[in-house]
């Protein structure tokens, strides 16, 4: 278990720089959606998720590959990319579409944040959906841990730094330490105010009401749920997949 000063907390992906992540673990964390969908599909059935931070470099990565093998699959400010097979609800995401599917992931905040983070030791993807998981994973370091929050577009949100503060507020045991870092405190003082009623709270979040009019209605209370998956994906090479599979 990492000592609780060396746990920080990043609340956009303009935060931070490549470099600031050696040697350290990374828990990318897009509640709205991008980690929730990826935790969601490796649990069903997805062989593998390239992450990619732009549709150039998802073409370049699908054009070798046999077209039966592979998914495109993300969106862009919220809707699917036209040509991609798939968008970016998790509810999209059912073994019969996915399973055994290598899926080229390309979305607005969440893939940047993840190829961004791949200098980090390890990284991590995490969601309220796959919560006791991370939690373990991250137990089981004693190096530096860093929670990076996707953001929208370099700027907080709040569903993010919520999903931060309760992996913070767990690692303490629910006591405020003060050896927490200034941006760990924060991360877990949002959680004590705001944690008992996630549906609501992330329901009237700024990116919800983004979302609210391109989604399905069941997108962000099914991003709300907690412990449904034990899934860990992990990332090596620039891939991931489930490391508890
Ligand atoms: C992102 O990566 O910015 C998000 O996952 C956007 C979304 O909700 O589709």
Redesign the pocket.
């Known amino acids: 278990m990492p000592e609780l000063s060396y746990i920080d907390v990043y609340y956009s992906i303009h935060g931070f720089q490549e470099e600031d992540l050696r040697g350290k673990t990374a828990v990318v964390i ?1 509640v ?3 980690s929730s ?1 990826i935790v969601t599909a490796l649990s069903r059935g997805a062989k593998r998720i390239i992450p990619v931070a732009d549709m150039e470099e998802a073409v370049k990565i699908a054009s070798p590959m046999d077209s039966r093998d592979y998914l495109l699959c993300g ?1 862009k400010d ?1 809707n699917k990319i036209e040509g991609y097979h798939l ?2 609800s998790p509810l999209e995401y059912v073994p019969d579409v996915i399973g055994n599917k290598t899926l080229i992931f390309n ?6 944040a993840i190829r961004k983070a791949s200098l980090a030791n390890q990284v991590y993807v995490g969601a309220f959906l796959n919560q006791q998981s991370i939690l373990n994973a991250i137990n089981e370091h004693d190096d530096e841990v860093v929670l990076i929050c ?1 953001g ?1 577009r370099g700027r907080l949100s709040l569903e993010d730094a919520l999903f931060a503060g309760s992996l913070v507020h767990h690692l303490s045991n629910g006591v405020m330490s003060d050896q927490l870092k200034d941006s760990a405190k924060i991360a877990f003082g949002l959680f004590e105010r705001f944690g008992q009623d996630l549906e609501k709270t992330i329901g009237e979040s700024d ?1 919800a009401k983004r ?1 609210a009019k391109l ?1 399905p209605e069941g997108d962000i209370p099914f991003c709300c749920k907690v412990d449904e998956f034990d899934t860990l994906p992990a990332m090596k090479d620039g891939i991931l997949t489930d490391i508890n599979g």
Do not use: C, F, Q
């Open positions: 897009d709205l959606r991008a969908s969106e919220g968008g970016n979305t607005t905040n969440g893939t940047k996707s929208w990116h979302l989604v």
